[in-house]
Nanobody, 115 residues
Framework: QVQLVESGGGLVQAGGSLRLSCAAS????????MGWFRQAPGKQRELVARITSLGITVYADSVKGRFTISRDNAKNTMYLQMNSLKPEDTAVYYCNVVIVTRNYWGQGTQVTVSS
């Protein structure tokens, strides 16, 4: 049973930084692409950043230059370094991983940015 455990969310003032982590366990297969999505109240879930098993990254335009996604394949862990946070970054952030052809989701971690 694949499990994703997220950590690192919290409350921060605008301009501050947070680092999210997502640790995957329970898979007998290699992890493919990993990504962070977020969902703000009343809005659809959206892609924040994604990283392939080879380290190729994609970012939403709204976070380019402020967020950095990375992964440690030896630890099956993904990170999201979030700098220069804005109130509009407030959302529940979800970890997503692809194993073989299946998508797995974390439980979500709240990020709140105060103005």
């Amino acid at each position: 049973q694949v499990q994703l455990v997220e950590s690192g969310g919290g409350l921060v003032q605008a301009g501050g930084s947070l680092r999210l982590s997502c640790a995957a366990s329970g898979s007998s297969f290699s992890i493919g692409a990993m990504g962070w999505f977020r969902q703000a109240p009343g809005k659809q879930r959206e892609l924040v950043a994604r990283i392939t098993s080879l380290g190729i990254t994609v970012y939403a335009d709204s976070v380019k230059g402020r967020f950095t996604i990375s992964r440690d394949n030896a630890k099956n862990t993904m990170y999201l370094q979030m700098n220069s946070l804005k109130p509009e970054d407030t959302a529940v952030y979800y970890c997503n991983v692809v194993i073989v052809t299946r998508n797995y989701w974390g439980q979500g971690t709240q990020v709140t940015v105060s103005s």
